[in-house]
């Protein structure tokens, strides 16, 4: 079966809601998009509705869910706080799922985004670790920019995969947990996520305040952008350091999910070991032979064995 293509739908205070697919090869969910409203002129977003009056957000809204039932797509509107019936049950099974294996993608991408900057930086300094040039400022500023694009959808999406782990946790092994430090680490990725928030919000406030048709305006959100970029450049960096707690867990549920359960085999009361025993039992088994009618609960007898007791 073919994997269905993903649309988050996310709220934005000025542009009303913003959008991202999980493929850029998924046609199908940016029609649905484009169709519905949405616009891919904000420099920012890929994906944004443009306006924040609720009749047009309802009606993007309205259009979408009504349209995704004809597609291989779900909209994850999770984020939103008001789920749609049209995805729900598929949203239940998979949402969890799908953002912790997005999640791996992700951290995949960090990664490699550090291990590039690792391989050229040492290139861009003298002896010394000075940089040479302009070069080293450029490059360090495309790997902030990498880093950030992987990390920014975890402001929304992480608190849900947080809070999914930290109800985990009791229900995990004890020994485990510690060993795995997972409640420490829970906490360091909560921390990063306070402090990619924060820098998100100054530069929506400079969104905010900067006028378009001003001659600088670009110029002046490319800084903004830039400085954005550096400044969550340690937060984006702890959270894919530590990240992998997440897929942990996730790992640890299903492991004791998957563990045969077995019935719970307290001791039994005086009174009933001694209904059952043979002596008990020649009586109940004459007195049943005598009866005129013979109950149903007897096919469940096997020779003298009695049923086990609950």
Not at 49 to 78: F, N, P, R
Not at 157 to 181: I, K, M, T, Y
Not at 229 to 239: C, Q, S
Request: proline share 7%.
């Amino acid at each position: 079966m073919t994997e269905p293509a993903w649309i988050t739908l996310s709220p934005h205070s000025h542009l009303g809601l913003t959008a991202t697919v999980s493929d850029d090869d998924q046609e199908e969910a940016q029609d649905l998009l484009l169709d519905a409203g949405f616009s891919t002129g904000h420099p920012e977003y890929k994906y944004t509705l443009g306006t924040s009056q609720s009749d047009a957000v309802q009606q993007a809204l309205e259009q979408l869910y009504t349209e995704v039932a004809d597609h291989q797509v779900v909209i994850d509107d999770v984020d939103l706080g008001r789920p749609a019936s049209v995805t729900a049950q598929v949203r239940k099974r998979a949402v969890h799922p799908a953002r912790t294996n997005r999640l791996a993608t992700a951290t995949a991408a960090g990664e490699r985004a550090l291990a590039e900057w690792d391989a050229v930086s040492d290139s861009l300094c003298d002896g010394e670790g000075w940089p040479l040039d302009d070069r080293y400022g450029l490059r360090q500023q495309q790997r902030d920019a990498e880093m950030w694009a992987q990390f920014e959808p975890y402001l929304r999406q992480g608190p849900p995969l947080l809070a999914h782990a930290e109800a985990s946790l009791p229900h995990l092994g004890p020994d485990e947990r510690v060993a795995a430090r997972w409640a420490y680490r829970l906490r360091v990725l909560r921390d990063a996520l306070k402090g990619g928030t924060r820098v998100q919000g100054e530069s929506e406030f400079v969104a905010e305040v900067l006028v378009p048709e001003h001659p600088h305006y670009q110029e002046t959100w490319q800084r903004a952008i830039a400085l954005r970029n550096a400044e969550g450049w340690h937060y984006a960096l702890t959270w894919f350091e530590h990240a992998d707690v997440l897929t942990e867990i996730t790992q640890a549920e299903r492991a004791l999910a998957a563990e045969p359960t077995s019935p719970h085999r307290g001791p039994q009361r005086p009174e009933a070991a001694r209904a059952w025993s043979p002596h008990a039992l020649q009586h109940i088994n004459a007195a049943l032979e005598s009866s005129s009618v013979r109950p149903a609960a007897t096919r469940l007898f096997r020779g003298d064995t009695p049923p086990r007791s609950r």
